[in-house]
């Protein structure tokens, strides 16, 4: 098998309003009915609960889910379709990568909570306050008076 393999990643968002158990639910659904299309699974990842650029359908967050799959682009169509006539798919769209083929990892679950266990700590260093540089009135007037005294010569 060779290295440098086109496959498809496709991205779903599913509302946020639906339990976890759900998720998982509608995860193994769609991965399912990519292997009956005649798609081969490469990476299902849950990328967890996110804020939307734009409301969708009034929804202001939603579940990413991504997919990597691989197969002969006639099971795109159908997956999409399913994920299309969904209630609970609020977006999709998928992609042809070109490249090294991913490599799938771990749990879902587990993945997503260290992300969340990571992600405050990167809010906490960003929020952090950084000492203000104060000039003194007086010596900025000086120097100001000086700039306009070499420019003038």
Avoid: C, W
Wanted: glycine letters at 6%; proline letters at 5%.
């Amino acid at each position: 098998m060779n290295d440098q393999q086109s496959y498809y990643e496709t991205m779903y968002i599913l509302r946020p309003d639906i339990a976890e158990d759900e998720v998982t639910n509608h995860i193994d659904k769609y991965n399912k009915l990519l292997e009956e299309f005649g798609g081969t699974i490469l990476d299902s990842q849950m990328r967890g609960k996110r804020r939307l650029a734009y409301q969708i359908s009034k929804h202001r967050e939603g579940i990413y889910v991504q997919l990597s799959h691989q197969g002969d682009g006639q099971h795109i169509f159908k997956i999409e379709k399913a994920m299309r006539l969904g209630e609970d798919v609020i977006r999709y769209m998928t992609v042809k990568q070109e490249g090294p083929l991913p490599t799938p990892r771990p749990s879902t679950k587990r993945s997503t909570q260290e992300d969340a266990k990571e992600n405050p700590e990167t809010k906490v260093e960003s929020k952090e306050k950084k000492p203000l540089v104060i000039e003194d009135d007086s010596t900025s007037r000086k120097d100001d008076t000086a700039r306009k005294e070499n420019a003038e010569s």
